[in-house]
């Protein structure tokens, strides 16, 4: 576990010293009643037609709405689908906006949260298999659906999982660097001597593309985060941020120009959105790329100074995954199998902050919206 940040204990940055019984849940049924259970193995489930899911009641909510639900249709793969037993699924932060209704979900998008799992191959749809097989143990990424016991996924958006790989961590990847390496070599164009800021540092996103910028040849690699531990897990050796600037405590822009003597960083990958946006202007280096990927701190830019924008010639992109078609989505699919040798020898790590039984569904949303993580929260389905 990570250690708690303290007044003794302030961090500013650190150079990294490597190279660039079962819980018993509350659940409603049908009429709206509520009933305790400790069956994670539901009549519904044994009949083949039904199985149990995350729902949130009334449709969109709180983290207190979200139950467990044992009725939900269990999906039928359509051709060139299968249907997978979800053995774990990751959490993220574009789930408590859809919760919320504040999400704008794709079409193909089943009511269900979830974009990421990992499971067993059950059966399949008529149609390309993509060399699969029923027993094959797989993990990946999809439109919706992966808060529940089945999912129904386009059998191109599979990934084989190794054996060394635990369900747990591999429910971890897909969104998470997926989502990096669109960021970093489809939009920004990485490029080998140059620079970057990652904020959130300790996202499973900006752990993932940190790891990924080193392998790219960056220079050096900054980073932004909200603790002290959060900031020491960053330039670990698992990770490998050259500089990690606490920003509860600390200016990010003055340390990065105090750092790069005056120019500033060549890519900036953000998430925290109107807060930030007048401050990534003035780290940016001339010809700087900035992509956008999130609005934590809000839409709004409070009175910005557009000067720099032009001075500098920065570029600034907002982008999604979730909304790409299926087409982009498999060349990132692709680039996500070239690195599973490296999860294997040891020169990318999947970083955990902590695994629950997906009946903790409540607190699990709690930490998020807390971003008490240090990387990604996985739930297992028990």
């Given at each position: 576990?990570?250690?708690?940040?303290?007044?003794?204990?302030?961090?500013?940055?650190?150079?990294?010293?490597?190279?660039?019984?079962?819980?018993?849940?509350?659940?409603?049924?049908?009429?709206?009643?509520?009933?305790?259970?400790?069956?994670?193995?539901?009549?519904?489930?044994?009949m083949g037609r039904e199985m149990r899911a995350i729902d949130i009641r009334g449709g969109a909510g709180e983290k207190e709405d979200l139950f467990m639900n044992p009725h939900v249709l269990k999906p039928v793969p359509a051709p060139g689908q299968a249907l997978v037993r979800v053995a774990a699924f990751g959490i993220n932060r574009m789930d408590i906006s859809q919760r919320r209704g504040g999400y704008p979900v794709p079409p193909q998008a089943p009511k269900t949260l979830g974009v990421e799992f990992s499971g067993t191959i059950e059966s399949f749809?008529?149609?390309?298999?993509?060399?699969?097989?029923?027993?094959?143990?797989?993990?990946?990424?999809v439109y919706g659906g992966a808060y529940a016991e089945y999912v129904a996924v386009s059998?191109?958006?599979?990934?084989?999982?190794?054996?060394?790989?635990?369900?747990?961590?591999?429910?971890?990847?897909?969104?998470?660097?997926?989502?990096?390496?669109?960021?970093?070599?489809?939009?920004?164009?990485?490029?080998?001597?140059?620079?970057?800021?990652?904020?959130?540092?300790?996202s499973g996103v900006s752990t993932a593309g940190i790891q990924l910028a080193r392998a790219a040849g960056a220079s050096m690699i900054f980073a932004t985060a909200g603790s002290a531990a959060k900031c020491e897990?960053?330039?670990?050796?698992?990770?490998?941020?050259?500089?990690?600037?606490?920003?509860?405590?600390?200016?990010?822009?003055?340390?990065?120009?105090?750092?790069?003597?005056?120019?500033?960083?060549?890519?900036?990958?953000?998430?925290?959105?109107?807060?930030?946006?007048q401050r990534n202007l003035e780290v940016a280096a001339r010809d700087c790329r900035i992509v956008m990927l999130g609005r934590m701190g809000g839409m709004k830019v409070p009175e910005a100074d557009l000067a720099p924008l032009l001075l500098k010639r920065i570029?600034?992109?907002?982008?999604?995954?979730?909304?790409?078609?299926?087409e982009y989505q498999k060349q990132l699919r692709n680039r996500v199998e070239s690195y599973l040798p490296h999860f294997d020898a040891g020169r990318f790590h999947v970083i955990l902050h902590e695994t629950h039984s997906w009946s903790k569904i409540q607190e699990v949303h709690r930490q998020i919206e807390q971003s008490e993580n240090a990387g990604k929260i996985v739930c297992v389905v028990d």
């Open positions: 576990m990570l250690g708690t940040d303290s007044s003794r204990d302030q961090y500013r940055y650190r150079k990294s010293s490597g190279p660039l019984k079962k819980p018993s849940f509350d659940v409603w049924v049908n009429n709206g009643t509520k009933s305790t259970s400790t069956n994670t193995n539901s009549n519904s489930v044994n749809g008529d149609g390309e298999r993509e060399g699969f097989s029923e027993g094959d143990e797989v993990f990946g990424l059998t191109g958006m599979l990934l084989r999982k190794p054996p060394s790989l635990p369900f747990e961590k591999a429910a971890a990847i897909p969104e998470a660097w997926m989502t990096a390496t669109q960021a970093l070599h489809l939009v920004l164009d990485f490029q080998p001597g140059k620079t970057i800021l990652w904020h959130a540092g300790a897990l960053v330039c670990g050796e698992r990770v490998g941020a050259t500089t990690a600037v606490n920003y509860k405590t600390e200016d990010f822009v003055e340390v990065i120009k105090e750092k790069t003597n005056g120019k500033g960083v060549d890519y900036i990958v953000d998430y925290v959105g109107g807060p930030y946006f570029r600034v992109e907002g982008s999604t995954l979730r909304s790409r078609d299926e």
